[in-house]
């Protein structure tokens, strides 16, 4: 595993990452899909309604501080809208395996304290904590059903009780993939998803269609309960509220 972090006492509202121009971060993301589509998983980066989507959970809990995991940050879209939302006194990992992303996202976060890119695969990451929040953009519909799992029950290991997951899927995936990809891919993608479904079942769940973005995507939030599925449900709530604020 390779880290970096910026020492010293500043919380990460003091500064914010620094500005790239969002065509070199598009073409970049390009290129690395057209390298390994499996582990980049689309052809551009997530857009803005699409990362305040997925940071909800953070601005619902905001007025402490909050550990905070983003894993699969890319080119950083999401990283950029989150630093800014970090009460103060948070923490920051990010975690990126994808070496050229992870260079990025370092160049990127230099200004920014108490944030640490670790490029690993997070089902490897052992920070030795916990978080309030995990922000998931890894591209779950092309992972094989066991990795699916893998990926899910660490995050599950690494949350709070009480804590928030939050995660994205494209829409109409499903349907294109019955239509294009062959039988033993679609079964693949069903069964991946299946993998999702049953983890939705088990925690207090909610979910949205962001529409703005391109292509729409549903986000998905789950809580992991903190004493009782009453006191799961109403976290859950709360971050729904916050959904599109």
Known sequence: MDERTTPGARTP???????????????????????????????????????????????????RPLNVLEAGAGTGAVTRALIPQLPAGSRLDVVEANPRFADRLREMTAGAERVCVHRTFVEHLDTGRRYDVIVSGLPFANFPPHQVEAIMSRYLDLLRPGGALTYFAYRGTRR???????RAEALRHHSAEQVLAD?????????????????PARVWHLTRPAGGPAEAGTTAREARDHFLL
């Open 13 to 63: 509202r003091a500064r914010t990452p620094r500005a790239r121009r969002p065509a070199a971060a598009s073409w970049m993301f390009l290129r690395e899909a057209v390298r390994d589509m499996r582990t980049t998983g689309a052809i551009a980066p997530s857009g803005r309604a699409l990362a305040r989507a997925l940071t909800a959970p953070v601005r619902a809990a905001a007025g």
């Open 176 to 182: 294109a993939r019955a239509l294009f990809a062959s």
């Open 199 to 215: 983890y939705r079942g088990h925690y207090a769940a909610t979910s949205g269609t962001v529409w703005a973005n391109l292509p």
